[in-house]
Structure formats: C-alpha cells, structure tokens
C-alpha cells in the first residue's frame, strides 16, 4: 500500500502539474579520469540536463540525441536508457517534508523505478521509458485524490 500525502501536502499535490518532457533521456556515467572531457563537452548542453561531479564518477543526465553526438569523446563510460522525464511542475519549498517520497511510493506500488533528481524550485523523476505511461496514469491519480479532498 503507498504512502498517502499527510492533509499538509494534499493541497501541494492538488496544485501540482505532471509535465513529461517529449524527448527520450539516458543516465551516463564516465569515468572521474575524464572530468576535464565532460567539462568541456558538456558546457553546452541545453535544458533539460543535469551534470554532478562525483568523487568517483561524473554523472549525466541529458537527452539520448545529445549523448549520441557527445558520446564517442568518451573512454570509460556507461549508459542507461531510454528515460523518460518527468517534471512536478510547482515550485517546492525547501523545507517541504516527503514530496518524493510519496511520489516513490506511489510509482513502487506500480511496479515503476525511478530515478529522483531535485533543483532548486522542482523534483524531476526519471522512469524506464517503457513504464512512462504507468507511471503518469498513477501520478494522475494521486492528483485527482488530493483535489477531492
């Protein structure tokens, strides 16, 4: 049974908007001994992307079309996708307690992975492209539910 939003964050999910971005994303992670590489080949990515500096990797969240063409520059690497992203479009305070982990459980509840990532204003899932529509079917819902409220 998934966790349920407490009555404090029913109107957060009531308010929010499930975006899916058209694109398909992979998640990459190349090896920390090519840093200065992916700082260089990755300047220019354009939204929606994400670039964290690991001590022992770097990883990379970026359209598959884009590690397509970026993609051979690299020695030591792997890939997993495709992705679909998915954007809580709402801004989220920082002190909000258990956005995501409602979300995550709802989406285990369907039997859908996900693979969390945060900004300063919103939460971003990652889901196997393959669950994407489960997983929005089941985001849906919990939506509908905190409106009825």
């Not at 349920?4 to 029913?10: D, I, N, V």
């Not at 359209?63 to 020695?75: C, T």
């Not at 809580?88 to 039997?111: H, Q, R």
């Amino acid at each position: 049974m998934p966790v349920e939003p407490s009555p404090e964050m029913r109107p957060v999910f009531a308010s929010t908007v499930v975006k899916t971005h058209p694109d398909d994303y992979v998640v990459v992670s190349i090896d920390r001994a090519e840093e200065e590489s992916a700082r260089e080949a990755f300047m220019g990515l354009q939204p929606w992307s994400s670039v964290t500096y690991d001590h022992e990797e770097v990883s990379v969240v970026l359209r598959e079309s884009e590690w397509e063409r970026l993609g051979d520059g690299f020695r030591s690497h792997r890939v997993e996708g495709p992705y679909t992203l998915i954007t809580f479009d709402i801004v989220l305070d920082l002190s909000l307690v258990g956005f995501l982990s409602v979300v995550s459980s709802v989406l285990a509840d369907e039997g859908v992975s996900i693979y969390a990532l945060s900004t300063y204003l919103r939460d971003h899932i990652l889901v196997k492209k393959v669950d994407a529509g489960r997983a929005v079917a089941a985001l849906d819902r919990l939506i509908e539910r905190c409106r009825l409220y």
